[in-house]
């Protein structure tokens, strides 16, 4: 690392621990209490906060549990959009920007990996840590703290509306009469409270088991969602592959449905932080490993749902985006009713065991703030009712703006960022290759690009509610 990266990491860790650069330090005291770092006792005390914080409290990791963490933060719901973009792009186009996309994302999770120990001594196990020592203290918040903090929390909430809406338009197909004995905002509440009850593990090491049974839950459903159309007689005879809206807002707006499938980076340095490291085996090589295995199971995943399913119904797929249950409802009206519940079900426990992990980052944020306040770790108790707080935070922006889904492209081409383009220039900053050098080259390209794409995509989005509107429900689900 440079000197005035060095240097940023300095100022960072000074302006956290009000003086004391070793605040932050990730030498991990065995001394549970503060020590003081002087003879009056003025100075701030060095404490092990990368042992009290739920992120790194446990570096027992392995490949097994990172693959499954990997797998579970990168297969979301948003896989089921791939057919909606694909009726909007055609079979090439859709095929070429699905293809693309995986491999800038898989760039960008090497870079990332690569990063986390870039500093001799010094591992940085969050996003937002790595983002101000390449950036700089004012610049790495400005840029770094919304698009993670919206990929933790936003995230979050949005699984509050898509599980709680899932669970809703479960109860439907079950029941006799068509009657749903549940309204929204109790489903809500429902998917709220188990998903508050689940994430309250105490570290991200300690979510490995929820992580392997998302991951099964996400395999299933996808696995289920292709192969179904493939046993079933369909017939093709009416259904059409021609693209009808090639406007520039509808075309991008695809393109910002597949760019957004491609989740979990604002994770990878949280999840390489759960591993073991010295100086014969780095994480990096435990963590390239899970990225690769995890990674293959994603592409086999996203490719045969956004190819088989576009092939099955064509034109019928609704290409609007929005709601996760305009796609299943698909299965509802096409298949048993057995089938239609094997979906929905397997799809709900997918969203509940990924809200822990994509909250962990937040409750991390939240514990940092305590512990600098107190000087000391969090309770049993604190750390419970800092994740209900959390998870109330969520579950009232759920209720009061469940229309986000239909935002989604929007919102999510400012956190595309962190996807595509700050992992680049934050390799530029912290490594410092030449000019003229291929890395550098390539890194300034496809950082480029990738905040290209991310104002083309705000602005077709804009285009887009400009033009067909928005049904702002406030507090109304």
Known sequence: ????????????????????????????????????????????????????????????????????????????????????????LGWVCGVIVLTVGFAWKLYTIWLLVNLHEAVQGTRFSRYLRLAIASFG??????????????????????????????????????????????TTVQCFLIFSILAVVMSQFPNMNSLFGLSLVGSVMAVAYSTAV??????????????????????????????????????????????????????????????????????????VCMFLVAIVVYWAYGDKIPATGGPIGNYLKLYEQDYSKRAACFIHLTFIFNCLCSYPINLMPACDNAEMVYITKTQKPCSFFVRMMLRVLLGLVCFFVAVGFSFLPYLAVLIGAVSLLVTSTYPCFMWISIKQPQWTSVMWLLNVLVGSLGASLSVLLVVASALRLADKGLHANFFKP
Not at 152 to 176: F, Y
């Open 137 to 182: 203290v004012k610049l790495g918040k400005l840029l770094g703290i919304f698009p993670v903090m919206y990929l933790s929390g936003g995230a979050c909430s949005i699984l509050v509306i898509t599980g709680g809406k899932t669970i809703k338009q479960l109860l439907h197909i079950i029941s006799e009469d068509d009657a749903v004995p549940l």
């Open 1 to 88: 690392m440079s000197k005035k990266a060095s240097a940023k990491l300095f100022d960072l860790e000074s302006q956290e621990s009000g003086g004391s650069p070793s605040f932050m330090s990730q030498t991990l005291s065995k001394d549970p209490l503060p020590v003081s770092d002087d003879n009056d006792g003025r100075g701030v005390g060095l404490i092990p906060v990368e042992e009290w914080l739920p992120i790194t409290e446990s570096r027992k990791g392995n490949v097994y549990t990172a693959t499954f963490h990997l797998l579970c933060s990168g297969l979301g719901f948003q896989v089921l959009l791939l057919p909606a973009a694909f009726s909007a």
């Open 226 to 299: 292709w192969s179904l159309p493939l046993a079933s007689e369909r017939n093709l005879n009416n259904v059409s592959y021609t693209t009808k809206d090639t406007s520039f807002d509808n075309i991008f707006n695809a393109i910002g449905l597949i760019a957004i499938a491609f989740r979990g980076n604002n994770l990878v340095l949280e999840i390489q932080g759960t591993l073991p490291s010295d100086s014969k085996n780095p994480s990096s090589k435990t963590m390239w490993r899970a990225v690769v295995i995890s990674h293959v199971i994603i592409a």
